[in-house]
Each structure stands twice: as C-alpha cells, then as structure tokens.
C-alpha cells in the first residue's frame, strides 16, 4: 500500500488543492491523505495564510476519489479540529505521533470503525504505543504502526525499527518517510514494510516554502518512486527466496548424509 500525502501542502488555497489532487488521481497511486491540524496551528498562521478548510471541500474530494475507484484518508491529531469534519466518512485514518495517548481523538477515530495507521515519530515510546493499541481494544485487526523518524540525519533514521515494532507488537508497520533523501525509501525496503507512506507537493519549483518542503516528493517524481519502490521490494523478495531454498537443500543434504 503505497500512500501518497498532501498534509498541508496546499496552503489552504482550494485551487492548489484540487491541482494536486487531480494529478493524484491521473497517477498509479491510488491512496492518498489530507491533513486536518491542530487547532493551534490554524490559529499560528490565520492572519497570513488560512490552512483550514471549509467540511464542504472535504466532500467534494471524497467524490471525485470514489469516481476514479481511489481512496482518500484524513490525517488527524486535535479533537476540536476533527470534530468539525467528524461526520465526514474517509476511507482509512492516519492518528499522528503527537496525539498517540489522545484518547478522547481515537475513540472518535474509532467510532468510523475503518483500518488506522498509527504514526509513532520520535515522541512514541514503546509504552505509549502499547497504551495506544491497548485503548481501541477489540479494534486491534484494523490497526498498522508506521515507523516515521522525523530527521534528516542518516544515522537516526534507524529503518530497523520497522522489523522491531512488528515483532513487539504483532501489528503490521509501514515506513513513513520524513527524510530528504528520496534513497531512504528504497532502503526501507530490505525492512519488510507493510506500507509506505511520503508526502507530495507541486512539480514546479515555487517560491513558496512548503510545511513538508524538505522531505516531500515532487508529483513529477512520484511515477518513478513507486516503479522504483516496488522493484526494491520484489528484488528483497527474491533474494529471501533464494536463501531459503539454499537453507532447505543443505538440510535435505545433512539428513540424507545422516
């Protein structure tokens, strides 16, 4: 499952929005997110640039995702913000790592009863992960961890822990890239990610300075990602495949010599 974000890189401008999504949706990508913020985000930048969308927009996207078969998830991480738009139905969730122990947020969340990605970042100790599946209970079979290091230093990237959550926790767990270097991507492939989540922005070089500038993909190079991605992935795939059919011939061998 391979994600493509918007966030807020749309600067709350419906007609950036709507560029970005169509070109999603002219794309082999067909999971995409939009991102509802904290409230006090909103209010940070409200007198220079209104990030925060009207729920009448939210629909919208929503139809144009289901006339092209597609999917479209909401990122969420403030119960004031959500709840504007709670009544709205997207077709999976993304709970961000700030509001992982915001139990009042998953239990809305969880009342869609859809599939969950849960984003750990930095903050996310082990605890706090366990505290967090342990709160939407029997919801569990919808859940998936995403590991999402949030830096831009190679050695705090630590893709291991993909591997490491999946076995402490049992959940499957994806890769959420937040790295300005696209080839971390294709590393994360030797991991086993379940998904891969990455956020996007206009393929033209703008002026603008955008919330994910560093780490977000251009839409031009989405195509050659993805097609990149899953060769990594396939080409992994083979390579276990390889050395498990050496493993088994060499114990066939030694009970044959036996």
Known sequence: MIVAEIGINHFGDEKELNYIIDKLLASPINFVTIMCQQENF?????????????PSIYQKIIKKFKKKNKYIGLSVCDTNTYD???????DFYKLLSIAINDFNLINMIKKKNKKVFISTG?????????????????????????????????????????????NRFGLKTGYSHHFYDKTAIYASSC???DSLFFYCKHFIKKK??????????????????????????????????????????????NEIKK
């Open 84 to 90: 504007k738009i709670s009544h709205i139905d997207f």
């Open 208 to 253: 603008k300075v955008y919330q994910d500038d560093k780490h977000a993909l251009f839409l031009n190079e989405i195509n050659e990602v993805k097609k990149n991605f899953e060769m990594s992935l396939m080409m992994h795939k083979k390579h276990i495949t390889i050395k498990n059919k050496i493993k088994t011939k060499k114990k066939v061998f």
């Open 191 to 193: 991991y086993k990610p």
């Open 42 to 54: 909103y209010e940070k930048y409200k007198k220079k640039i209104n990030f925060e969308f009207e």
């Open 122 to 166: 930095f903050s996310a100790t082990d605890k706090k992960i366990e505290k967090c599946i342990n709160k939407f209970g029997n919801f569990k079979n919808k859940l998936e961890l995403l590991h999402t290091p949030i830096t831009y230093e190679y050695d705090k990237l630590n893709l291991n822990k993909i591997l490491k959550l999946k």
